[in-house]
């Protein structure tokens, strides 16, 4: 079913930035409509709003029909709401009820989940008027997406910039992939085996050969998984990242390689379906001191290093009827090639692939770009929050084990 978005652009110099939004929520198979208070057509112009959604942008409240009355259909119309960039003229409104132009006419009219983004001049965001205004929205459910601090264009550094694209699409995205997981919990039943993080070979009792993955990408998989009804087994390596907590969670703590494949040994028999997307160690140490190896006192300038084992492989050999197995692939060249390689040597289900080395950073960051193949196919995604691909990743697991 089609999410449906409606976006109320208002008067700023940020609102060129909502053109970006459309097409990214676009990508993400949502129906956008656009209404523009005149103030804001002063800054960007209706086409390429309507070259984006393909949708008519509204404007004037009394160009309507017979019988459609703008206001009143665009509010039915809407699934959730979002005015950005958000002044503080449109926020008064909304806090008194006022209802003078098609915009502020919608939003008295909905009944769907509403987000504003603010965006102004630090001294007017800080207004006790404004101040006030925004904490009684939140008091009547409205989600402020937050301000950023920066260059403003009125000249002054501060607190009133418009949230980012990647912030605003985000939260309306992850608030709607929520909502709908409370309607479908698709994975009730099932049991999940997912390893994240780094593993970390012990050279002695302070250093270690370790990479630079941070789980973030494990940790969205295990929330994306109890989201829709899943009970989850967490092996987690050594990581900085907030933990979540949940009835259906078992967080297993590893530090190592080999730790990592024990944990996941005893606990592989129940899953039904098991995600590797730990950054595993591909070496340790053959041997590791048990005390501070000292500069100038201990040979370090070479240490004998042996294979660790390859754990998703393993668990693979291991797998029984029924049970369905994903990894994941990080290559600096030939991506899709090369993980197809290895799903078939290592005889996984599916495997995701994505490019690391270049100039945009993978490990650490809160968006990938990546692939999934399978052996019915590839399907190449666009850039997406982890949390994103996590449901989509999930989404692929259900279509290919039906």
């Known amino acids: 079913m089609a999410k449906h978005i409606l976006i109320i652009v208002t008067g700023g110099i940020a609102a060129y930035k909502m053109c970006d939004v459309c097409s990214k929520l ?19 112009g209706k086409a390429s709003f309507e070259a984006l959604t393909h949708n008519k942008v509204h404007v004037d409240e009394f160009k309507s029909s017979e019988y459609d009355i ?25 806090r008194s009820g006022i209802a003078d132009d098609l915009a502020s006419t919608v939003l008295l009219a909905t009944v769907a989940p509403v987000f504003v983004a603010p965006a102004m001049n630090v001294h007017m965001l800080e207004h006790p008027s404004t ?34 694209v990647e912030t605003m699409v985000s939260t309306v995205h992850d608030f709607q992939s929520k909502k709908s997981s409370l309607a479908t919990k698709d994975f009730d039943g099932l049991t999940i085996l997912i390893t994240a993080g780094p593993t970390y070979e012990k050279i002695d009792p302070v250093r270690f050969i370790g990479n630079r993955s941070s789980g973030k990408m494990g940790l969205a998989l295990a929330k994306a998984a109890l989201s829709r009804g899943a009970k989850v087994d967490l092996v987690l390596g050594p990581v900085s990242v907030p933990i979540i ?9 590893v530090e190592s390689a080999l730790d990592m494949l024990q944990a996941c040994l005893s606990h592989f028999e129940r899953s039904d379906i098991c995600i590797g997307a730990a950054a595993v160690s591909d070496l340790r140490p053959a041997e590791s001191a048990q005390q501070k190896l000292k500069k100038g006192k201990d040979d370090m300038s070479s240490i004998s290093l042996v294979e660790n084992p390859d754990i998703i492989a ?36 599916m495997i995701v692939a994505n490019k690391v080395g270049g100039t945009k950073e993978v490990f ?25 691909l996590a449901h989509k990743i999930l989404d692929a697991i259900l279509q290919e084990r039906c």
């Open 131 to 164: 101040q006030e205004n925004i904490a009684v929205l939140q008091e009547r459910g409205v989600q402020i997406i937050d301000s950023e601090f920066g260059h403003l264009a009125c000249g002054y550094n501060g607190k009133g910039k418009l949230a980012s």
């Open 314 to 349: 393993t668990l693979a050999r291991e797998k029984h009827e029924g049970q369905y197995m994903v990894g994941f692939a990080a290559e600096t060249e030939h991506v899709e090639e090369y993980a197809q390689k290895k799903r078939v040597n290592k005889s996984l289900d």
């Open 70 to 94: 703008p206001h009143i259909s665009l509010a039915d119309w809407a699934d959730m709401v979002l005015v950005a960039p958000a002044t503080a003229n449109i926020i008064a409104k909304m």
């Open 26 to 44: 676009s990508k993400l198979d949502y129906e956008i409509k656009v209404v523009m208070t005149k103030h804001a057509s002063e800054f960007v």
């Open 364 to 388: 650490g960051a809160d968006n990938n770009t990546a692939s999934i193949i399978t052996k019915s196919g590839t399907t190449q995604l666009p850039e997406l929050s982890k949390d994103e």
């Open 245 to 253: 907590g949940h009835e259906n969670l078992r967080v297993l703590p």
